[in-house]
């Protein structure tokens, strides 16, 4: 649903090109991805860190913003409350 894998810990780094993490393959995943931010452990779960979660959301709300108008509709709902 996700493809996600296990990991034995989190990426640390971004993975180098066609380098891939320590992982256990699975039926939606065959072969271990790369990593493609540092990640760091959260709840048996690896997540971005901080600094890399803000640039990662900047840059979604960039494109669903060019694509949808996606800040007006955010804008309209703030006004409404």
Not at 37 to 53: I, N, S, Y
């Amino acid at each position: 649903m996700y493809n996600a894998v296990c990991v034995k810990e989190c990426p640390k780094a971004q993975s180098n090109f066609g380098e891939s993490v320590d992982c256990t393959p699975n039926a939606d995943v065959k072969t271990c991805p790369g990593a493609l931010f540092a990640t760091k452990p959260l709840a048996k779960t690896c997540f971005p860190d901080g600094e890399v979660t803000a640039k990662i959301i900047e840059q979604l709300l960039k494109e669903l913003d060019s694509k949808s108008g996606f800040s007006k509709y955010i804008v309209e709902l703030q006004m409404c409350w």
